[in-house]
T-cell receptor
Framework: AQTVTQSQPEMSVQEAETVTLSCTYD???????LFWYKQPPSRQMILVIR??????QNATENRFSVNFQKAAKSFSLKISDSQLGDTAMYFC????????????FGGGTRVLVKP | DTGVSQDPRHKITKRGQNVTFRCDPI?????LYWYRQTLGQGPEFLTY????????KSRLLSDRFSAERPKGSFSTLEIQRTEQGDSAMYLC???????????????FGEGSWLTVV
């Protein structure tokens, strides 16, 4: 069974600054995928970034980057140059075996970007 | 690509009534998933289909819940004899997975809110 834990219920950040969201996971699989999804107040879940466990290089997508520490089972998300549109719930998720397999989500972190 | 669409977006029903939600996935996607999300929580997996075959059901999916994907395209999620604890948002998602089981990104719809009064 997989578990995903997000220990920060809420974080706030000033516009243009950097914020880092924490996520830890547990899985018995050797092949798995990790994701960060964003859910803005409009509620549609949007993929922010994904990481294949077999890749050592940390994934980056524009202002979003991850710090993947496989031994520690840690997968943090860094948002650089925060923008007002980044205000949302952020969910960490994992999928065992293949990227298209069912997702197990953490409880989420609410990010508020202040002007 | 019109995205994953769900209908209705909001439903208020009386306890004991049946409700049905519909999901239309992205057209070329062969996998379709249902999740449930309560306020302030992360989504929880309910079930998923590969084409028309229902491959996995969560223990969360009680006998009152049934999902179908009859032609491998749209899907319906029916809840019979609704209870107040069923109040949640029901999320549909889809992805494309090849014959080797290698899948692409899972895309979500906007969800269907259910309130049981």
């Amino acid at each position: 069974a997989q578990t995903v834990t997000q220990s920060q219920p809420e974080m706030s950040v000033q516009e243009a600054e950097t914020v880092t969201l924490s996520c830890t996971y547990d899985t018995s699989e050797s092949n798995y995928y990790l994701f960060w999804y964003k859910q803005p107040p409009s509620r549609q879940m949007i993929l922010v970034i994904r990481q294949e466990a077999y890749k050592q290089q940390n994934a980056t997508e524009n202002r979003f980057s991850v710090n993947f520490q496989k031994a520690a089972k840690s997968f943090s998300l860094k948002i650089s140059d925060s923008q007002l549109g980044d205000t949302a719930m952020y969910f960490c998720a994992s999928a065992q075996g293949a990227a298209g397999n069912k997702l197990t989500f953490g409880g989420g972190t609410r990010v508020l970007v202040k002007p | 690509d019109t995205g994953v669409s769900q209908d209705p977006r909001h439903k208020i029903t009386k306890r004991g009534q049946n409700v049905t939600f519909r999901c239309d996935p992205i057209s070329e996607h062969n996998r379709l998933y249902w999740y449930r999300q309560t306020l302030g929580q992360g989504p929880e997996f309910l079930t998923y289909f590969q084409n028309e075959a229902q491959l996995e059901k969560s223990r969360l999916l009680s006998d009152r819940f049934s999902a179908e994907r009859p032609k491998g395209s749209f899907s319906t999620l029916e809840i019979q004899r609704t209870e107040q604890g069923d109040s949640a948002m029901y999320l549909c998602a889809s992805s494309f997975t090849d014959d080797r089981g290698l899948g692409g990104t899972i895309y979500f719809g906007e969800g269907s809110w259910l309130t049981v009064v």
